[in-house]
C-alpha cells in the first residue's frame, strides 16, 4: 500500500486516499453531498498547520486486497499500526474508520489523540450495520437495478463491490457484536472527541431491510456518557452523514482537537 507523508510536526494517521478525484466521479459525490477531494484537502491542510500527515488509502487497498474471512478488528488494528509507521501518532478516521480507530486506541499505547467522525463510540450501532453489509452481501455481484440513481436514495443504488469486498466487512462487524464498548472506553485516557452531524441517521429502503442507522441519534443519547468518561462530543447542525466528512468542518475541528499536540 503506498503511504504518503506531508508535512513536520506531530504525526496525524488519516487512513484515506489523498486522490484527487477526476470526473465525472468527483460531480457525482457532491451530488451526494460529499467532498471528492477530502483525503487531499486534510491532510495539505494539517501539514500547513504544522504536522506531519501519514496518510494511506486503507478502504481502497482492502478494495483491491479483500479479506473475506480474516478482517476482524485485531486485523484492522494491526494494519493501521503498520501504517503508522515507528511514531507515536493522533488518529482521525470517519464511519467505519472511525469505529476502527476506537479499535486501534485500545490496542496500543502509542496514541496521541483520537477523533471519531460520523460513528458514536458509545451505543455504536453495530448490529445495525452488521445488517446493512449482510444485505450487501446478499446483492454483490447481482446485476445493477435499471432506475436512475438519485442522490440520496440508497435504493436506487446498486451494491457494485464484490462478494469478497462486502463479505470482509460482514467479518468485521461480526467480530464487533461481543464488544463491551465501556469497558473499551474506560481504557482510554489520551485526549478523545466524537462528532457527528445532527441529522446522521441513515434511513435504508426495503431491499436494504429497512434498517435505520442512528449515529446523530445515539451519539446524542450518549453525550453525558461520554463527556463524563473523558470525552468532548460535538453534533453539528443540519449536517448529514455525507456533509460530516466535509474539509470544511473537520479540517478546523482537528486543527483544534490536535493542538495541544504542537
Given at each position: 500500500?503506498?503511504?504518503?507523508?506531508?508535512?513536520?510536526?506531530?504525526?496525524?494517521?488519516?487512513?484515506?486516499?489523498?486522490?484527487?478525484?477526476?470526473?465525472?466521479?468527483?460531480?457525482?459525490?457532491?451530488?451526494?453531498?460529499?467532498?471528492?477531494?477530502?483525503?487531499?484537502?486534510?491532510?495539505?491542510g494539517l501539514a500547513s498547520a504544522g504536522f506531519r500527515v501519514v496518510a494511506a488509502d486503507?478502504?481502497?487497498?482492502?478494495?483491491?486486497?479483500?479479506?473475506?474471512?480474516?478482517?476482524?478488528?485485531?486485523?484492522?488494528?494491526?494494519?493501521?499500526?503498520?501504517?503508522?509507521?515507528?511514531?507515536?501518532?493522533?488518529?482521525?478516521?470517519?464511519?467505519?474508520?472511525?469505529?476502527?480507530?476506537?479499535?486501534?486506541?485500545?490496542?496500543?499505547?502509542?496514541?496521541?489523540?483520537?477523533?471519531?467522525?460520523?460513528?458514536?463510540?458509545?451505543?455504536?450501532?453495530?448490529?445495525?450495520?452488521?445488517?446493512?453489509?449482510?444485505?450487501?452481501?446478499?446483492m454483490a455481484g447481482s446485476p445493477p437495478p435499471e432506475q436512475e440513481v438519485t442522490p440520496?436514495?440508497?435504493?436506487?443504488?446498486?451494491?457494485?463491490?464484490?462478494?469478497?469486498?462486502?463479505?470482509?466487512?460482514?467479518?468485521?462487524?461480526?467480530?464487533?457484536?461481543?464488544?463491551?464498548?465501556?469497558?473499551?472506553?474506560?481504557?482510554?485516557?489520551?485526549?478523545?472527541?466524537?462528532?457527528?452531524?445532527?441529522?446522521?441517521?441513515?434511513?435504508?429502503?426495503?431491499?436494504?431491510?429497512?434498517?435505520?442507522?442512528?449515529?446523530?441519534?445515539?451519539?446524542?443519547?450518549?453525550?453525558?456518557?461520554?463527556?463524563?468518561?473523558?470525552?468532548?462530543?460535538?453534533?453539528?447542525?443540519?449536517?448529514?452523514?455525507?456533509?460530516?466528512?466535509?474539509?470544511?468542518?473537520?479540517?478546523?475541528?482537528?486543527?483544534?482537537?490536535?493542538?495541544?499536540?504542537?
Amino acid at each position: 500500500m503506498d503511504v504518503e507523508v506531508f508535512g513536520a510536526g506531530p504525526t496525524v494517521l488519516l487512513p484515506m486516499s489523498t486522490a484527487v478525484t477526476p470526473e465525472p466521479q468527483a460531480s457525482q459525490m457532491r451530488a451526494w453531498g460529499a467532498e471528492p477531494d477530502t483525503g487531499h484537502l486534510l491532510a495539505t491542510g494539517l501539514a500547513s498547520a504544522g504536522f506531519r500527515v501519514v496518510a494511506a488509502d486503507y478502504e481502497g487497498h482492502r478494495a483491491r486486497h479483500p479479506a473475506p474471512g480474516t478482517l476482524t478488528t485485531d486485523a484492522v488494528a494491526a494494519d493501521l499500526l503498520a501504517l503508522a509507521g515507528s511514531d507515536d501518532f493522533a488518529y482521525y478516521g470517519y464511519s467505519w474508520l472511525a469505529l476502527a480507530g476506537l479499535q486501534l486506541a485500545i490496542r496500543t499505547d502509542r496514541m496521541t489523540a483520537l477523533v471519531m467522525g460520523g460513528y458514536p463510540p458509545l451505543g455504536g450501532p453495530y448490529a445495525e450495520m452488521l445488517a446493512v453489509t449482510r444485505a450487501a452481501h446478499r446483492m454483490a455481484g447481482s446485476p445493477p437495478p435499471e432506475q436512475e440513481v438519485t442522490p440520496g436514495d440508497w435504493d436506487s443504488v446498486g451494491v457494485t463491490a464484490s462478494p469478497e469486498q462486502t463479505a470482509q466487512y460482514v467479518t468485521l462487524y461480526e467480530s464487533l457484536m461481543s464488544f463491551d464498548e465501556r469497558a473499551a472506553l474506560e481504557k482510554l485516557h489520551i485526549p478523545r472527541t466524537a462528532f457527528a452531524g445532527a441529522d446522521d441517521n441513515i434511513q435504508y429502503g426495503p431491499k436494504w431491510g429497512d434498517i435505520r442507522v442512528p449515529i446523530a441519534d445515539r451519539l446524542a443519547a450518549n453525550s453525558a456518557s461520554l463527556k463524563a468518561l473523558g470525552w468532548d462530543v460535538v453534533l453539528i447542525p443540519d449536517v448529514d452523514h455525507m456533509a460530516g466528512m466535509r474539509p470544511g468542518i473537520v479540517l478546523p475541528l482537528l486543527r483544534e482537537k490536535f493542538f495541544t499536540l504542537r
